[in-house]
């Protein structure tokens, strides 16, 4: 693991958050059956692990800015400083009791990630990446896959909310990908998607109409894997894209072309 004054703030963040929502976790089987439905129940527990997150990385570092997805944008009088918090990427796999979601937190430094912590509290999966120190999941040292044909690779990607995107774009994108690749994969969370790129369950991944919240911790992992990671265009820098495209070397390249060759069909 990372043990750096900074990697200890985050990670103390994230598992203080985690606590409650794994608890509520527990109670939205219970709450499938009533008619009124789990959804108000869930975005108090998205509220209250926001309010936890930021807490306590406001009292660790007090001049930080935060992008947050409850409360927007906090300005920090620390202007070189920004925090790009998610206290639940996932959310309609929480709502329907679907164990697959985390709690994401990446810092930006002068327009650049250089730190990013994804946790899942259901598998007590712990992935942790600072800039120049490598990424880890748990205590093991993370490298994104080696694989280098499309025919043998496994590809995340994410689907547009209604009202945000397009979901044309997607299809074309999508069955581009289908018709070269080993399999697709769309699990729901995009700090997830991208940790799994960084430890080699994904081969690569691309998502648009993102916010930074969703993918900026992400970024910090795939890149302290030895991954690639732009645009989905081919943007050096995702973030202002609000999208991402990332996997090996080979992979990235590929997908990039992939992507490209789609939209002009």
């Known amino acids: 693991m990372i043990s750096s004054p900074l990697m200890t703030v985050m990670v103390d963040a994230v598992r203080k958050a985690a606590r409650g929502l794994r608890r ?11 008619r009124k439905g789990p959804g108000d129940f869930v975005s108090a527990a998205d509220r209250k692990a926001e309010e936890v997150l930021r807490d306590a990385l406001l009292k660790a570092r007090p001049g930080y800015g935060m992008v947050l997805e409850e409360n927007g944008i906090i300005e920090g009088t620390d202007k070189s400083h920004t925090w790009h918090i998610d206290p639940l990427d996932g959310t309609a796999n929480f709502l329907h009791g679907v164990p697959h979601f985390a709690v994401s937190v990446g810092l930006e430094r002068d327009g650049q990630i250089v730190a990013g912590v994804v946790f899942d509290p259901i598998k007590d999966e712990l992935f942790v990446a600072e800039r120049g120190k490598g990424a880890y999941l748990n205590n093991r040292r ?19 909310y209604l009202g945000r995107g397009s979901h044309p774009r997607l299809l074309r994108e999508l069955g581009a990908v289908m018709a070269v690749s080993g399999g697709t994969r769309r ?13 080699g369950r994904l081969d690569a991944y691309w998502e648009r109409d993102l916010q930074t919240y969703d993918f900026a ?18 943007a050096a820098e995702p973030l202002a894209a609000r999208s991402v495209a990332c996997g090996n070397e080979g992979l990235h390249r590929d997908l990039l072309a992939i992507l490209k060759k789609a939209q002009g069909a």
């Not at 509520?24 to 009533?34: I, R």
């Open 187 to 199: 699990m729901g969370s995009a700090a997830l998607d991208l940790a799994y790129v960084a430890c």
């Open 24 to 34: 509520d976790f527990g109670e939205v089987e219970n709450l499938q059956v009533s």
């Open 217 to 234: 911790a992400g970024v910090a992992l795939v890149r302290e894997a030895g991954g690639f990671v732009t645009s989905a265009d081919g």
């Open 142 to 160: 993370l490298r994104v896959s080696a694989r280098q044909d499309m025919a043998d690779a496994l590809i995340g990607y994410g689907t547009p």
